[in-house]
């Protein structure tokens, strides 16, 4: 339920609740109110953690170990390499890059480099 429909319904007993004159109804009513939206702030806090997570897992499930690199694989398409010490320590795709030498690719995060 959305937040906007679960004030409405507040300010509908709420009213009700000055109405009759019941101040300690009403005053029950908008304390039972500050905790509902304190709950769905929370709630919001909580599906943005979720996404972020299933982003995440969407990710790692993607990436591929061909020693010594990481590879992203999305949909047949080959990304990368990526830098195996940046993933395994802090799970961070680090693409690597082309050193001078001659087959040697290097990640300028952690400094290795991986041949
Ligand atoms: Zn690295």
Redesign the pocket.
Known sequence: MAGKEILQKFKKIADQARQIDDRNLYGDVLSLQSDVMELLEERNELEAQNSSLKQAADVAAKVKYEAPFYWLIDAGRRDGPF?Q??WDKDGML?RLQRSSIQGVWS?R??K?SYR
């Open positions: 830098c010490h940046c680090i990640c995060t952690c290795n």
